[in-house]
Every structure is written in C-alpha cells, then in structure tokens.
C-alpha cells in the first residue's frame, strides 16, 4: 500500500486547513485510515482513524475542531482542521492499517504549521 498525502501549509491560529490522503496499492486490504502528527520533540500521536465501516475516532485535543472523511471509492481519506491552534503545529503523517495482520503503512509527512 503506498499512500500519498498533500495539503499542509501555514495558517494563522483560528485558521482552517484539509488535508488528503490517496492509497494505493493493496488496498482492498486497507480495514482503516487515519492521521497521525508529530510536534518537535514529542511523539508521535493519533489524531483521528477512519474504519472501513464508517466508524471514526478523534484525539480529545482536536475534538470538535478536526473531522475525519473517506471516499471508499478513491480510496482516499481526508481530514479538516478548523479553528488551527499553535499546538496543532506539527508534521502529519497519513496511515493505513490492514487487516487482518494489523500492518501500518505510512504516507510521507506533510507540515502543519499554525501560528499565534
């Protein structure tokens, strides 16, 4: 699977950014996606998943703000972040997850960066 994601930039805080993911590959094999981000410094993090079925988790910090979306079709998943704060900053990472083995795969990091 081979995931190609785009759509980072900088933005003010209060500001809004969407980011993409494309997979392609594999994919009938792909069972969720997801974005994950990584501050300096820090680990890295789950910010929000998308299973095959719909179903949707968030990170607590990006609740209300952030909304995760998929198109099955284009096998793309796509996440928008509203009301960008400056410890939204970070690099974010695309990730398919498959089933039934659980393997990650990973897109290249798209920056993220949101300041005050």
């Known amino acids: 699977v081979q995931l190609q994601a785009s759509g980072g930039g900088s933005v003010q805080a209060g500001g809004s950014l969407r980011l993409s993911c494309a997979a392609s590959?594999?994919?009938?094999?792909?069972?969720?996606m997801g974005w994950y981000r990584q501050a300096p410094g820090k680990e890295r993090e789950l910010v929000a998943v998308l299973t095959r079925g719909g179903g949707t988790a968030y990170s607590g910090s990006v609740q209300g703000r952030f909304t995760i979306s998929g198109d099955n079709a284009k096998n793309s998943v796509f996440l928008q972040m509203n009301a960008l704060k400056p410890e939204d900053t970070a690099v974010y990472y695309c990730?398919?997850?498959?089933?039934?083995?659980?393997?990650?795969?990973w897109g290249q990091g798209t920056e993220v960066t949101v300041s005050s």
């Open positions: 590959g594999s994919t009938s094999s792909v069972n969720s």
């Open positions: 990730n398919a997850q498959t089933s039934p083995n659980r393997y990650d795969y």
